[in-house]
């Protein structure tokens, strides 16, 4: 019997710009999920990572295309700490919140970092993704983040 296990994992990011008058924007935008991220769910399997570690979105302006094998953001200007992470199924989503003070500017690169500080370039990167013409984001907006892993069969 020729038994052929596989795993795949993929993402996508979803943005929600919303003015002060309610109006909202979505767009959503595929990503790369890299080594090093598969290493670091690999790890909090395990308990190499524990648990509760801080989860942050980073924005920066890097422009270099993203790699399986990046470790960090090219050149990351702003980090966030999670609002929340939940469950469906086997897709894992992390959810960030920008109030109106907070990333404004125009960003072209974003990433996820497990066991991460508010310190740049810190933690395991999980994700990495350049949003065809970027992200920017006004100080009348808020700007809500939610990133979906999915681990499948392949």
């Given at each position: ?73 090219e ?23 920008f ?9 072209s ?46």
């Amino acid at each position: 019997m020729n038994v052929n296990e596989n795993i795949g994992v993929s993402g996508h990011w979803l943005f929600t710009w919303q003015d002060q008058a309610g109006n909202a924007t979505i767009r959503e935008v595929k990503n790369i999920v890299v080594q090093s991220g598969l290493e670091a769910l690999a790890a909090l399997v395990v308990g190499e990572i524990p648990q509760g570690n801080a989860i942050f979105l980073a924005l920066g302006t890097g422009t270099t295309v993203a790699d399986h094998a990046d470790t960090i953001l090219e050149e990351e200007g702003y980090r966030k700490i999670i609002a929340s992470r939940s469950r469906f199924s086997s897709e894992i989503r992390f959810r960030f919140f920008f109030t109106v003070s907070e990333g404004n500017g125009d960003w072209s690169e974003a990433g996820v970092f497990l066991a991460g500080t508010e310190m740049p370039d810190t933690g395991h990167l999980l994700n990495r993704v350049l949003p065809p013409g970027g992200v920017s984001k006004a100080d009348n907006q808020t700007l809500t983040v939610e990133v979906r892993i999915s681990l499948y069969a392949a």
